[in-house]
């Protein structure tokens, strides 16, 4: 006896009734066929390894040997790593220093370049290129400013002492376990401000006119103004910019990979820099594994408190 | 009269373009046909290397007489950034995708070797009796070596000695270092060539540029105090030792309490050396090359003579060599041609013109290594040669990780100013364990 095919089996069911439509069909079918090289691509080169480094967290092995089943072995081995911690401390701090700084800096340039003035283009167009630049080229440039002995930084920094008479040296920047990673979160800082500007010049001149009009009226001062108008407005933007900010900020690399080496001390190895020494330096691929998933969890867990935060400071118009 | 094409006509058009590249690019060679047939059988081998465009000019004059020698075996160059290539390697390892012949170097190749990357050349050294083994200097061989079989042939070797400023040196009346010195000069030395020659208060000239020695190079100075970083087997990490420690903290106070050598980010991207503002640096003989390219040559030189000196000891002479050869990746295809190249290419006469004539290094084998003394290189090159007699080497399988631990406690000392006798028995504990698991 023949039997009819389960329900799930039959697209109508859960594509909807437009599925019976000859015309509708074909444009579903056309669709799933444009669709499939993303979804394809996205399974292999997505998928595909996420799945995998879960399971090589699971192993020892250095992808040449027999693997060995460690089952949670590396992730209990790395609550006992003083290196992971560390490198946690490291990426805590740049996250800390980088995101506050990078917010405040870059809204305060949107503010300014949002003015009707000459030449604005060309300013916002230059706060943008460092946005646009190699990071390797950034951070070269970067590395001969903070030269102790023949960067500019130090430079202007040791004539400045001089002139106001204070008995300070400027500090030996990348060489120091102390400043080497607020260098690394200046030049950084630097670098990704742009961007975040030009998300923030987009939220200013999205927010309607007419509200600063009606203040104006009422007589707001252009201080008030920005605290009950401005500020409030720009927080969908602000939401966006901080999550993507910190994300980021977790997974920083190039930087410490380029000017430091995550010296001096290890104190510039981030997590993702530890990830990296592990995995393709020491070919320790199970524990490298084990550590990313666990910077995963993290990245979720602090991106999901941001997104259950929001309805407290998040205004949406 | 012109037609708009329909969007489906559009698509179908575009469709059938791209099967058609894709069909053409899968399409196999065309054979050479009836001419073809008659030549010899063309293999390509490739070749991976860390070299840059300034190296190529060498290599390829050895590439050039291979292709004299064997034209039917051509080679494909591969350069690849020293830093990016290691980790490049090992993921061709993984991706059993190794590329005939292997650019090496004896720091690294036993973690190569025993993970079995590399092919033998047991087989074909028993069945080439004419290849002149032993002539590879022996010292070296134990890094290529591994249960008694052979890896990869050197082309050179590298030994470590100060290079200085003669100019500044008879300029400020110090004593030129030639022969035998100790630490104690060498120490008065640098401290009488460390200088404010502008009077603002800050060093403007340096006695020593003291390198990174969170490396193989660490064996230098301690093998000159009767130690070593790690023991002959591999397994036990001796930076806890009294000798190691006093080497250590000798070197910590020459930076800071002597303050004759900049920290790392003192020195900068700018060459202290060649710009007359150090005294002494130190180098192999390929930096030798690397400073006569700028400054000019040694002897014949108006502005700016130098030369090179032994490194100073405290109560033994002392030196570490590590160098650079070539081996055949396990899993490639083509091994008898690979071996024919390897073999030519580290043979005498090639490795005397490529090699030690243009002070690329110390050759790898020892017959010719009195190329390296011409009257273009220092007066005293002839000391790289000498010091080759007791030099002492460490060859572990896990030397990446090794030295990312030795750097962090070497930064301890060498820029926090940490005490040595508080900071190597710590190294050890976190070292002796990756060698044991390693080994």
């Known amino acids: ?317 | 009269m012109s037609h708009p094409t329909s969007r489906r006509t559009f698509l179908k058009l575009g469709a059938g373009l791209s099967a058609a590249a894709a069909l053409a690019a899968c399409a196999a060679p065309v054979p050479a046909g009836d001419a073809g047939a008659a030549m010899p059988e063309t293999v390509e081998l490739r070749l991976t290397f860390w070299g840059d465009l300034a190296d190529m000019p060498t290599w390829n004059w050895g590439i050039e007489q291979w292709k004299d020698e064997r034209p039917d075996i051509q080679i494909k160059w591969e350069n690849t950034p020293w830093g990016e290539y290691w980790t490049k390697l090992q993921t061709e390892a993984v991706a059993d995708n190794l590329p005939d012949v292997v650019g090496m170097v004896s720091m690294f190749s036993q973690q190569y070797i025993r993970q079995g990357s590399l092919l033998s050349f047991q087989s074909y050294i028993d069945a080439e009796p004419e290849v002149d083994v032993a002539d590879f200097w022996p010292a070296n061989m134990l890094a290529y070596t591994w249960q008694d079989e052979i890896y990869a042939f050197p082309y050179d070797l590298s030994t470590v000695l100060p290079i200085y400023n003669k100019s500044m040196f008879l300029d400020n009346g110090v004593e030129l270092p030639i022969g035998d010195w100790t630490w104690d000069q060498f120490q008065e030395t640098c401290i009488a060539l460390t200088q404010d020659t502008s009077g603002d208060g800050n060093t403007d000239q340096w006695g020593w540029l003291m390198p990174n020695l969170a490396s193989w190079t660490i064996d230098i100075p301690l093998s000159t105090n009767g130690a070593r970083f790690v023991s002959e087997d591999g397994l036990k990490c001796l930076l806890d030792t009294p000798e190691a420690i006093e080497t250590i903290q000798w070197l910590s106070d020459l930076r800071h309490v002597h303050q004759v050598s900049p920290t790392i980010a003192q020195q900068g991207d700018v060459p202290l050396f060649e710009s007359g503002r150090a005294a002494m640096h130190w180098g192999n003989p390929e930096r030798v090359q690397t400073i006569a390219s700028r400054v000019g040559p040694a002897r014949d030189n108006e502005n700016f003579l130098w030369d090179v000196a032994l490194f100073p000891m405290k109560t033994q002479p002392g030196n570490s060599v590590q160098g650079g050869s070539f081996a055949i990746g396990a899993t490639t295809e083509n091994p008898d041609q690979s071996w024919e190249f390897v073999k030519f290419y580290t043979s005498g006469p090639i490795l005397e013109e490529m090699v030690a004539k243009p002070s690329r290094g110390i050759p790898g084998r020892a017959s010719i290594a009195q190329a390296l003394i011409t009257d273009e290189n220092p007066e005293h090159q002839q000391y790289f040669l000498d010091v080759l007699e007791y030099s002492i080497s460490t060859f572990i399988p896990a030397f990446a990780q090794v030295t990312a631990v030795l750097a962090k406690y070497m930064d301890e000392i060498m820029i926090n100013n940490e005490p040595a006798a508080a900071i190597l028995p710590q190294a050890v504990e976190e070292i002796d364990p990756i060698l044991i698991e390693t080994a």
């Not at chain 1, 630097?190 to 009422?218: C, S, T």
């Not at chain 1, 910190?246 to 995550?262: D, K, L, N, W």
């Open chain 1, 1 to 317: 006896m023949a039997t009819s095919a389960p329900a799930w089996r039959s697209p109508a069911n859960w594509l909807g009734p437009e599925y019976r439509n000859p015309a509708r069909r074909r444009e579903i079918r056309a669709a799933f066929l444009f669709l499939l090289p993303n979804v394809v691509g996205f399974l292999i080169f997505m998928v595909g390894p996420l799945l995998a480094s879960l399971g090589f967290s699971l192993l020892d092995w250095n992808l040449l040997s027999a693997p060995d089943m460690v089952w949670l072995g590396n992730y209990l081995e790395l609550f006992r790593d003083a290196e992971f911690w560390r490198s946690l401390r490291a990426t805590f701090y740049y996250l800390v220093g980088s995101v506050p700084l990078g917010l405040v800096l870059s809204l305060a340039l949107a503010l300014a370049l949002n003015q009707r003035i000459r030449g604005i283009r060309f300013f916002r167009t230059v706060y943008f290129i460092p946005v646009v630049s190699s990071m390797v080229a950034v951070a070269l440039m970067w590395r001969w400013m903070y030269n102790p002995t023949s960067g500019i930084l130090n430079y202007m920094l040791n004539e400045t002492f001089a002139f106001l008479r204070l008995p300070l040296r400027a500090p030996d920047w990348l060489q120091s376990p102390v400043w080497a990673m607020p260098a690394i979160i200046l030049m950084s800082v630097w670098k990704g401000m742009g961007y975040n500007m030009v998300l923030f010049l987009a939220g200013l001149q999205g927010i309607p006119r007419h509200l600063y009009e009606a203040a104006e009226i009422d007589g707001a001062s252009n201080q008030r103004q920005f605290w009950t108008i401005t500020l409030p407005l720009l927080t969908p933007t602000t939401f966006f910019v901080l999550i993507m900010s910190i994300i980021g900020s977790f997974q920083v690399f190039e930087q410490a990979y380029i000017m430091t080496q995550g010296g001096p001390v290890r104190s510039t190895v981030t997590t993702v820099y530890y990830i990296y020494e592990n995995g393709f330096e020491w070919h320790k691929m199970g524990y490298a594994s084990a550590v990313a998933w666990v910077l995963f969890a993290l990245i979720l867990g602090v991106t999901l408190i941001q997104w259950r935060t929001q309805e407290r400071w998040v205004f949406y118009e």
